[in-house]
């Protein structure tokens, strides 16, 4: 006889709003396949389903007003939503997240994982308030994911957790200890990859070079292994510790078949001094170092950078000393992000705070900076020959695909060209920032050489 859950999987609808980093959409995408496996039905956020999933960041403060703001839209949306909040706000303030209007389930790091069960249990109970979470030290388990969707690339979740405690930062409270998978579990998860569309594989997590800590396995080890897998055409390294970002990594990936010369490497700060109150575990020399190491194995190789402006004690003198650093490095972009406060972290104690309108000043000069960086490495790589795969989307009779190296392609809309590896040569950088290029349509695409 069937179950009321049984009854319930082909009527209800569910949908997903993902905040925060690549791992996010990673979890979201597998768990909005196992409801789909059980018979829901994924519509857009914005149609306003039986049941709405918003996967929290908690990197900053606005990445917690953001899922406020998203609890109220969801509710205005659809007043009988039934409206379930997991991940890293989730887990760092669940009893916060209870009291906001609207919400029905708060899931930590590791019960998210099991929100089919809750709303199975929610459609036969009807119940509306319930906090289920678990103190960080107890989340031990890796849950393996991947994105699917966007047939063109697929995050592929391989590292979860984290063992740095920075001091600004709140991840390794929300995630729990650095942990992965064997190479073996984690290259079967990659030929489920292997069978789908996806030619292009983005490999995640918190801090994916610690991959394997604890056992004889590494990260270097997983790259060899992946670079073999036939039927993905592009691997790319998300962001890496520089400290993690080892020789033998940057030597492999630069006579690689299938790794992509793109690395996104943290730098935060351009000042050993706030490096050291950051409780980073590198200095600046040794950025220089991996950074110099790249460019001599791969000239064209795209690197990009994050930078936080305004930590505690970040004086004027200090901020230049990392705008000066910045300028000397042969780096391609900066992803920029003004310190915010976080609660339970050694630097919200400091007494030497920056203030707010400073942050935003010198978050808005890094970040025209950063485009002037962009330009200057896009054209550098003009007339040069490279690989893009086009993507999907049209914009007004535009389409869009990055090279090996993430230069951004805009050419005009082709649909046989979707989800397609092209040869290019870039001739000239437009002004929204993207390139202009020669596309040689008899020429094959070969795997990276």
């Keep these: 006889m069937p179950t009321f859950a049984n009854l319930m999987q082909h009527t209800s609808t569910i949908s997903f709003y993902t905040l925060g980093c690549k791992l996010n959409f990673s979890e979201t995408s597998g768990i909005a396949r196992l409801f789909e496996e059980n018979g829901y039905a994924k519509v857009d956020f914005k149609s306003g389903a039986d049941i709405v999933v918003i996967n929290t960041c908690s990197v900053t403060e606005q990445a917690d007003k953001k899922c406020r703001q998203i609890v109220k839209q969801a509710r205005n949306l659809s007043a009988n939503s039934f409206i379930a909040v997991i991940g890293c706000y989730a887990q760092l303030k669940p009893a916060e997240i209870a009291g906001i209007n609207g919400v029905n389930i708060v899931l930590g790091a590791q019960e998210k994982f099991n929100l089919l069960h809750h709303v199975q249990e929610w459609e036969k109970e009807a119940y509306f308030n319930k906090i289920v979470t678990s103190e960080i030290k107890y989340v031990k388990e890796f849950v393996p994911s991947f994105s699917l969707g966007d047939r063109t690339r697929s995050f592929l979740k391989v590292q979860d957790g984290c063992d740095y405690f920075c001091s600004f930062c709140t991840i390794p409270l929300a995630r729990g200890r650095s942990r992965s998978n064997t190479i073996a579990e984690t290259m079967k998860t990659a030929r489920e990859l292997e069978a789908t569309a996806v030619k292009e594989v983005v490999l995640t997590g918190v801090n994916i070079g610690d991959f394997g800590k604890g056992t004889d396995e590494s990260f270097f080890d997983l790259v060899q292994e992946l670079d073999n897998l036939e039927g993905i055409d592009r691997f790319r390294i998300s962001s890496i510790e520089p400290n993690l970002l080892s020789n033998e990594i940057i030597d492999f990936v630069g006579q690689s078949r299938r790794f992509a010369p793109h690395f996104h490497i943290p730098l935060q700060s351009g000042s050993n001094e706030i490096l050291e109150a950051m409780r980073r575990r590198y200095r600046k020399e040794l950025y220089v170092d991996r950074v110099e190491r790249i460019k001599a194995k791969m000239p064209n190789a795209c690197i990009g950078v994050d930078v936080i402006v305004g930590y505690p004690g970040e004086t004027e003198e200090l901020f230049n000393e990392t705008v000066e650093f910045l300028k000397s490095l042969d780096v391609s972009y900066l ?108 020429k094959l695409a070969p795997v990276m050489a």
Excluded: C
Aim: hydrophobic share 35%.
């Design 335 to 442: 992803h920029v992000f003004s310190y915010s406060e976080r609660n339970n972290t050694v630097a919200v104690r400091r007494t030497d705070m920056v203030p707010v309108e400073v942050r935003r000043a010198r978050s808005k000069f890094l970040q025209q900076f950063s485009e002037k960086k962009k330009r200057f490495f896009y054209e550098s790589q003009l007339n040069k020959e490279f690989t893009v795969l086009f993507e999907e989307q049209e914009q007004s009779g535009e389409m869009y695909g990055f090279t090996e190296n993430y230069l951004k392609i805009k050419s005009a809309y082709n649909p046989e060209w979707i989800n397609q590896l092209k040869r290019v040569i870039p001739t000239h950088v437009n002004a929204d920032g993207t390139i202009r290029a020669e596309i040689l349509v008899d």
